[in-house]
């Protein structure tokens, strides 16, 4: 009977084991890309690597339900929305009054920045179908396919959200050239 406890330690400790080096294998191989996902998604450095720990707090508890190595990406990808989404549920808004702070002019030297927050606002103005599988292609490189199985849709959906998400973020330039917003030459 002793020995069967000590047999039954070992097995346990060495489960342990197993899924200790899994998870340490899954975070030094995804965390830079769920790093930048994170900070492309939120804006915020630090609310970004909160983010990224709780998604893997939360795959390090359900890391046996993993069961194709393959699909790991994904699968803390969908964790990770799903934190982001959790952040807003309690949240409540503090609503500022715009005159009540100074507002920076920028100069031309930091022309590049200004059009890179440019068309990151009009990626985030998206609506939420058209903006996900767009993020999920030019960030992560996705296939229209990868796509589909992310966000459980049919991949023709995917491709015609993609299509119309890149046109109304052409449509917008194209608005913000003829109304004077842009100079070019």
């Keep these: 009977m002793f020995l069967r406890k000590q ?10 084991q197993n899924k200790q080096k ?44 993993l069961k194709d190595e393959k699909a790991a990406k994904a699968w803390l990808i969908t964790i990770l929305r799903r934190e982001n989404a959790r952040r807003f549920e309690r949240k409540q808004f503090d609503l500022v009054d715009m005159d009540d702070y100074p507002l920076k002019d920028e100069g031309p030297d930091q022309q590049d920045d200004l059009e890179h927050r440019e068309l990151h606002g009009l990626i985030a103005n998206l609506a939420e179908e058209y903006r996900e599988p767009l993020v999920l292609q030019v960030m992560f490189g996705y296939s229209g396919e990868e796509i589909a199985e992310q966000l459980g849709l049919n991949k023709n959906t995917v491709m015609t959200r993609l299509f119309r998400a890149r ?18 030459g």
Excluded at 7 to 16: E, G, N, P, R, Y
Excluded at 167 to 182: C, M, P
């Design 7 to 16: 047999t039954s330690k070992a097995t346990v400790s060495s489960d342990m």
């Design 22 to 65: 899994r998870y340490e294998a899954l975070v030094r191989a995804l965390h830079g890309d769920l790093y930048r996902y994170a900070y492309w998604l939120i804006g915020d450095k630090a609310i970004a690597e909160d983010v990224v720990q709780e998604t893997f707090l939360r795959a390090w508890r359900s890391l046996d339900s």
């Design 167 to 184: 046109n109304q973020i052409k449509e917008a330039l194209e608005q913000t050239d003829l109304s004077g917003g842009r100079k070019n």
